[in-house]
């Protein structure tokens, strides 16, 4: 029987990986799966069990993650996260004192004035009345690892070098799509696993959201990656995102969701300009005409495109649609 690996290791592997990966040009995972005396089959999974719960959490936001996994390299993509030390719930302070007030070998803090030091402060900060009501249960997502197993099939693809047939459904297409690919790289943004490849069928490189990819299977042919690619450039703003003929659309926000606008513009990579009312104009990025689409009618009234008129076009003609 395999030895069984604990949530500690795991979480020593992962609290070296993660800031290791963050340092420009990343960390070779061959190298790292030798220091940590692990594989990198293993590290590649610890990983995985990083962004299975990145996002599930209400307060991930805004210290969003993202994770590029090629052959033989990972970098890591983080805003602040690994800056400033973290704050505990209270669920969490309550789990630290347990653990403090157990026996010697449920702490790496072996000198007994440190433990003790420690348990002070888990216990005072208990003690402070909290301004919200105390949670009475403690809820876990279902958070299966890739059941399909199509992520895992791409990550092979791309450390080995081969190419993949891939079943996508297209967003907004009406059905599915057979297409040969080459998985440059593995990347995770905004909760979702992408695969940069380049697409035979397009003679192009594309991004695939993986929960899109129906079913993958590798194949016997291997490829090249060109020493042109770049995986970072396909990490923008806190997305995974990247279109060579990317156009720009302006919208306006009104007075009253401009607040919002104002504390996404970072993460979402846009630019700002203030109007005199209270409003802003954002400058959008956009390679997919039906994403700018879903973000401005979810303010309604309170968005207007700007420029492009087509896309002020489709706008009108989606409204005309649902009110004939």
């Known amino acids: 029987m395999p030895e069984r690996i604990t949530a500690g290791e795991k979480l020593q592997r992962l609290l070296y990986v993660l800031p290791a990966a963050a340092r420009p040009g990343g960390a070779r995972l061959d190298e790292l799966a030798h220091r940590l005396d692990t594989t990198v089959a293993q590290l590649v999974a610890d990983l995985g069990e990083v962004t299975d719960r990145v996002y599930y959490h209400p307060g991930a936001w805004p210290d969003d993650i993202q994770i590029l996994i ?5 970098r890591v993509v983080i805003d602040g996260g690994f800056t400033r030390p973290p704050r505990l719930s209270a669920l969490e302070t309550l789990c630290l004192a347990l653990a403090l007030r157990g026996g010697a070998s449920a702490s790496q803090l072996q000198v007994q004035e440190d433990r003790s030091a420690l348990l002070e402060r888990a216990e005072k ?15 876990i997502d279902d958070h299966r690892p890739d059941p399909s197993g199509v992520r ?4 092979t693809g791309a450390r080995e070098r081969r190419s993949c047939a891939i079943v996508y459904l297209k967003p907004g297409g009406e059905g599915t799509e057979e297409r040969i690919i080459h998985p440059y790289t593995m990347a995770m943004g905004e ?10 069928t397009r003679s192009d490189v594309r991004v695939f959201r993986t929960d899109r990819v129906l079913a993958a299977r590798l194949e016997s042919t291997p490829f090249t990656v060109p020493e042109s690619f770049d995986a970072t450039r396909y990490v923008d703003g806190g997305r995974i995102f990247f279109a060579p003929g990317a156009a720009e659309a302006r919208v306006r926000y009104s007075s009253r969701v401009a607040r919002w606008i104002r504390e996404r513009a970072h993460y979402d990579g846009v630019r700002l300009t203030e109007a ?9 990025p956009v390679a997919d005409p039906q994403w700018l689409l879903a973000r401005v009618l979810q303010y309604g009234p309170d968005a207007e495109i700007l420029h492009p008129p087509e896309l002020r076009e489709l706008v009108r003609e989606r409204l005309g649609a649902l009110h004939p």
């Open 276 to 284: 005199g009312d209270g409003s802003v104009v954002a400058s959008h």
């Open 70 to 74: 090629d052959a033989d390299r990972v």
């Open 152 to 155: 895992e099939e791409l990550m």
């Open 125 to 139: 900060h208990l003690g402070r009345r909290s301004a919200g009501p105390d949670p009475d249960t403690i809820r």
């Open 191 to 200: 909760g979702f696993w992408y695969v940069v490849a380049y697409c035979t």
